[in-house]
């Protein structure tokens, strides 16, 4: 499969997934390449660079995951910030690129979008990573403290939570612990694959005003 790599350009098909050495100043350089651009995607992690290519089921399924999460969020009145694309690094330690990441418990930390300094500033609440390609884990997250990760795979929805410095699998959110968070998106994802994405966020809304 065709693909290029360089400081001055990254080219992948789409569904690549490509693991390199390099050191923190390759993994700038990469990243600066890109310009305004957030394809491929990068992460580093102890001295390897990972680029991943996403395909349109990717971005299809991060934007449902995340509209998921506003309406539970909307149907119990609470305040949230959110954003995609955003980049987490810490300097010589890690970059990462989530999917989405929401502020919940601590929105004030993010109000407005402003810049934030990952070695001071408060980790999201909440991320979402869809992983088809094996690009994306949990303990990639260890070095920004965040509280909640989820990882959508073939199999469903996997919750981890940071529990005594490592993430371990829960079946039930922090953050909306009433709900049966896999069954539900498996529900709305079904029902967008076949009707639509609106119908599918219009019908949980309604479930959830009940």
Same mark, same amino acid.
């Given at each position: 499969?065709?693909?290029?790599?360089?400081?001055?350009? #990254?080219?992948?098909?789409?569904?690549?997934?490509?693991?390199?050495?390099?050191?923190?100043?390759?993994?700038?350089?990469?990243?600066?390449?890109?310009?305004?651009?957030?394809?491929?995607?990068?992460?580093?992690?102890? *001295?390897?660079? @990972? @680029?991943?290519?996403?395909?349109?089921?990717?971005?299809?399924? $991060?934007?449902?995951?995340?509209?998921?999460?506003?309406? @539970? @969020?909307?149907?119990?009145?609470?305040?949230?910030?959110?954003?995609?694309?955003?980049?987490?690094?810490?300097?010589?330690? *890690? *970059?990462?690129?989530?999917?989405?990441?929401?502020?919940?418990?601590?929105?004030?930390?993010?109000?407005? *979008?402003?810049?934030?300094?990952?070695?001071?500033?408060?980790?999201?609440?909440?991320?979402?990573?869809?992983?088809?390609?094996?690009?994306?884990? $949990?303990?990639?997250?260890?070095?920004? $403290?965040?509280?909640?990760?989820?990882?959508?795979?073939?199999?469903?929805?996997?919750?981890?939570?940071?529990?005594?410095?490592?993430?371990?699998?829960?079946?039930?959110?922090?953050?909306?612990?009433? #709900?049966?968070?896999?069954?539900?998106?498996?529900?709305?994802?079904?029902?967008?694959?076949?009707?639509?994405?609106?119908?599918?966020?219009?019908?949980?809304?309604?479930?959830?005003?009940?």
């Amino acid at each position: 499969m065709y693909a290029v790599v360089s400081k001055e350009s #990254i080219q992948l098909p789409p569904g690549t997934v490509m693991s390199m050495p390099g050191t923190w100043q390759d993994y700038c350089s990469l990243r600066d390449s890109r310009g305004d651009g957030s394809i491929p995607r990068l992460k580093y992690r102890h *001295g390897e660079i @990972l @680029l991943m290519s996403p395909l349109p089921k990717h971005g299809w399924e $991060a934007h449902l995951l995340a509209r998921v999460v506003e309406e @539970l @969020l909307n149907s119990q009145n609470r305040n949230y910030e959110a954003f995609t694309p955003i980049t987490m690094e810490l300097p010589e330690v *890690g *970059g990462i690129e989530p999917d989405y990441c929401f502020y919940i418990e601590r929105w004030q930390a993010a109000m407005g *979008g402003r810049r934030l300094d990952w070695r001071v500033d408060p980790p999201p609440d909440l991320v979402i990573e869809i992983d088809v390609t094996s690009y994306s884990a $949990a303990r990639d997250y260890l070095p920004y $403290a965040v509280p909640e990760v989820w990882l959508f795979r073939k199999t469903g929805l996997q919750i981890y939570a940071l529990q005594a410095g490592d993430y371990s699998l829960q079946r039930f959110s922090r953050y909306f612990p009433q #709900i049966d968070l896999p069954d539900l998106i498996a529900c709305v994802l079904q029902t967008a694959s076949e009707q639509g994405s609106g119908v599918a966020l219009r019908d949980l809304r309604r479930q959830l005003m009940q």
